[in-house]
């Protein structure tokens, strides 16, 4: 029976897991997915994803062909479209809110089928986004050869070391000034690492690709710099609040592969969520130049590493968690911005009349976390054919799916606002003045 220890980066994500849903695809055939990963097994029979996890020991085991075949209808299940959606077209969406409610197994990686929705749930110990999205990606598009590069990526050998000395070796001056940074890790009095004990909520929308490139043109007219990605956040903050959920700042997930230059992509987790203070009058411009200044020191880099290195002081165990709850509650909120992933190559019907271009609650890609706790939302973005998908998931002790979805909406309002103030209709294609409250919003990022 052969064994694979999870690296020491890795280990502290074996509590998480993350669901990654796409279409309505054309063409999703359960059998065929099936016969994917039998063929990849048959041939790396040792690989993490398709062995069973020991979240306790912290590694996987490699099971036989035979015990594979019996575990199959694990692997890849069937979801019928009634315990999807009582009428209509299983969304994305639908799909998401099914697998986060099923138990937790000792399957690393999930498939599941709906009508054409594809999902696959993973052990976040499996890697961040940056190495399951190519395995989504292959097993939408049924791409053997893709699905196998993907699964079976080479373990490269201290990259956290690599990256350390690369960037701090002959410039000690970022140590000391990420050293300054580096905390507080979450916001005051909150705790990240708390157990989730409430079940998850979950929404999600498209912000139409018009308001993007209304975004775009303003950015590049103002001259300020503000990326649209800070835009995007700082104005999903105003929407956070605007619906109660208030802190004093948010964690922003950034991956730390940059600070390998050109070297071999790394597998696993590579990524880690600074902590940026949030003053009351937003600023995209600021919180932009916030998310630059940290990366350019490196922050999540020696974040990165202090992780490892605490955890090593543990003996590869992660941290106990506690179920602590406070009064008044106390949001812990993560950002992350998925970046633009190749959709363009998967068989998505969105390109047909069958999918609408845009509309409240509708997204062809949903990436939904676990909670990081009874206070933990995270709020994910990710640009794909149509615009920008958002989706939102809470622990449901600190917010219910309608309070996210009142977010999303005044996301969307925001966002929209300022695609008009910068002469671009909103997606619906109507006329309507801004808010003046959004007006002020939409002067601070320019």
Not at 329 to 348: E, K
């Amino acid at each position: 029976m052969q064994h694979h220890r999870i690296t020491l980066r890795d280990r502290g994500w074996t509590r998480f897991t993350t669901t990654r849903v796409i279409g309505p695809l054309t063409g999703l055939d359960p059998d065929r997915l099936k016969a994917l990963l039998v063929a990849v097994h048959s041939r790396h029979p040792q690989t993490p994803a398709l062995s069973l996890l020991d979240r306790r020991r912290g590694r996987t085991t490699a099971v036989g062909s035979q015990e594979f075949a019996a575990l199959l209808p694990q692997w890849v299940q069937v979801v019928e479209r009634s315990e999807v959606t009582p009428t209509g077209t299983p969304t994305a969406g639908d799909l998401a809110r099914v697998i986060s409610r099923l138990p937790e197994t000792d399957l690393p990686l999930q498939v599941f089928c709906c009508a054409g929705v594809l999902g696959v749930r993973t052990c976040h110990a499996l890697g961040d986004g940056a190495t399951i999205t190519p395995i989504v990606l292959a097993l939408a598009a049924g791409d053997e050869s893709r699905l196998e590069a993907a699964l079976v990526a080479p373990l490269r050998r201290g990259p956290v070391t690599t990256a350390l000395l690369r960037h701090f070796g002959t410039h000690p001056g970022r140590l000391i000034a990420a050293a300054r940074t580096v905390l507080p890790i979450s916001a005051p009095g909150s705790d990240p690492a708390a157990a989730q004990r409430h079940g998850v909520a979950l929404a999600e929308t498209t912000i139409g690709a018009p308001v993007l490139t209304a975004l775009r043109q303003q950015r590049d007219r103002s001259g300020t710099g503000a990326s649209v990605a800070a835009v995007v956040m700082t104005e999903a903050i105003g929407a956070l609040r605007d619906a109660g959920l208030r802190s004093a700042g948010v964690n922003v997930m950034m991956d730390c592969r940059r600070y390998l230059g050109e070297a071999p992509a790394v597998p696993g987790n590579f990524a880690t969520g600074p902590y940026l203070a949030v003053p009351d009058r937003l600023d995209a411009t600021a919180f932009g130049t916030a998310m630059q200044r940290s990366l350019e020191r490196g922050t999540p880099l020696l974040l990165l590493g202090l992780g490892v290195t605490l955890m090593t002081l543990r003996g590869g165990r992660p941290k106990p968690l506690a179920s602590v709850r406070h009064d008044p509650v106390r949001p812990s909120i993560m950002l992350t911005h998925q970046g633009r992933p190749a959709l363009a190559s998967t068989p998505l019907v969105e390109r047909s009349p069958q999918l609408p271009t845009s509309g409240p609650g509708v997204a062809p890609y949903v990436v939904a976390p676990t909670p990081s706790g009874p206070e933990g939302v995270t709020m994910g973005f990710l640009e794909g054919p149509l615009g920008l998908h958002v989706c939102v998931t809470a622990d449901a002790f600190i917010a219910g799916s309608s309070t996210l979805a009142s977010v999303l909406q005044s996301l969307e309002r925001r966002l929209s606002s300022l695609a008009d103030v910068s002469g671009v209709s909103a997606p619906d294609g109507s006329d309507r003045s801004p808010d003046p409250g959004l007006l002020r919003s939409a002067s601070e990022v320019a």
